[in-house]
């Protein structure tokens, strides 16, 4: 009886002492960075079911891979500041060592920012922004005032340079949007463009039902609208569908920023002769690059700071406003002449 006792209080310690090692175990694998394991690197973008920003993920995927961390994405099922805020907050307790986020507000999310970075994790924005003091350093898919003024003469050639138009962007919140909206207003003061009018500037909240809801609006409001710019990938597919629909090819036109392989079959007909884009993958490729130069101390987010950002080459950091940023390229045109090569592409 002692001896089958003294057998058995000898497995419960071995038991207990091997529970111990496990616990130890687990609890070591949440702080990867401080054990030279793999570091966590988080992406959160504006909502799910938005191909653009799925193409964003994979490129920041992509540069992860290759400098050998790991990847956390996330992504609301709206494009809402408290969606993201929640993910944040999330992410600040799994010990990631950076965040890059595609705002939907640009100062709501500054509370939550400043405390993963208080936390030491280091925080970029891409695409869309989020204030100078709620990130190190922003990646900008091009220079907006490119953008603008490129949308709007694209628009004015279409339509013979007079006309009512609309613009049919994302939120009414979005940094990039609205920045790239003021460009348009300022561009169309030019003389060149006196006979064009803008008479409304709706929001489909980068969602389809709602953007194809508010073309359908903008339609039968202004029954004499001749142009639509969409600086949205979502807005402008959702706006051709619509103007393909109602058999409106010719009577309306539509340009705007669009992926080639969404807008192929509209340009193929006709609907929209052309529309602008840079790759979304190498704005997610660039900002995962971003955020290890940030992590290593390779850059600070100041101005003047260099670094190597894969097959994208050589990247400096440069003052806009009042924050930095790193810019990817000027915006290129998808149309008849290149379409059908782009669509493979992205």
Not at 59 to 88: C, H, L, R, S, W
Request: charged share 20%.
């Amino acid at each position: 009886m002692k001896k089958a006792l003294l057998t058995m209080m000898v497995l419960g310690l071995t038991l207990s002492t091997l529970a111990g090692c496990s616990t130890s175990s687990s609890s070591s694998s949440t702080s990867t960075a401080a054990t030279g394991g793999k570091q966590k690197y988080a992406i959160i973008v504006k909502n799910t079911g938005n191909p653009y920003n799925e193409k964003e993920m994979e490129g920041y995927n992509k540069a992860i891979e290759e400098i050998g961390g790991e990847v956390i994405t996330k992504a609301p099922d709206q494009p809402t500041a408290e969606a993201q805020i929640q993910m944040i907050n999330e992410l600040i307790t799994q010990k990631v060592v950076s965040i890059a986020i595609a705002a939907n507000d640009p100062d709501a999310l500054q509370p939550a920012l400043k405390k993963a970075m208080a936390a030491g994790i280091k925080v970029i924005s891409l695409d869309s922004a989020v204030n100078a003091d709620s990130r190190m350093v922003h990646v900008n898919q091009a220079d907006p005032n490119a953008i603008g003024r490129v949308e709007i003469e694209t628009i004015a050639k279409m339509i013979d340079y007079k006309g009512e138009i609309a613009i049919l962007s994302a939120t009414s919140q979005a940094t990039n949007q609205n920045s790239w909206i003021e460009v348009m207003k300022k561009t169309l003061q030019d003389s060149k463009y006196k006979d064009m009018k803008l008479v409304k500037v709706a929001f489909g909240d980068d969602l389809r039902d709602k953007s194809v809801s508010e073309t359908e609006a903008l339609l039968k409001t202004y029954p004499n609208l001749k142009g639509i710019v969409a600086p949205s990938t979502v807005a402008v597919a959702a706006a051709a569908k619509v103007l393909t629909d109602k058999g409106l090819k010719g009577k309306v036109q539509l340009t705007g920023l669009g992926l080639p392989s969404e807008m192929a079959d509209y340009i193929t007909s006709g609907v929209s002769t052309a529309v602008h884009l840079w790759n979304p993958m190498d704005v997610g490729y660039l900002a995962g690059y971003t955020s290890e130069a940030l992590v290593k101390g390779t850059i600070t987010g100041k101005a003047g700071d260099k670094f190597k950002a894969g097959t994208l080459g050589d990247k400096e950091v440069i003052t806009v406003g009042k924050g930095t940023e790193i810019m990817l390229g000027d915006p290129f045109e998808f149309n008849a002449s290149n379409i059908d090569q782009w669509k493979k592409v992205y």
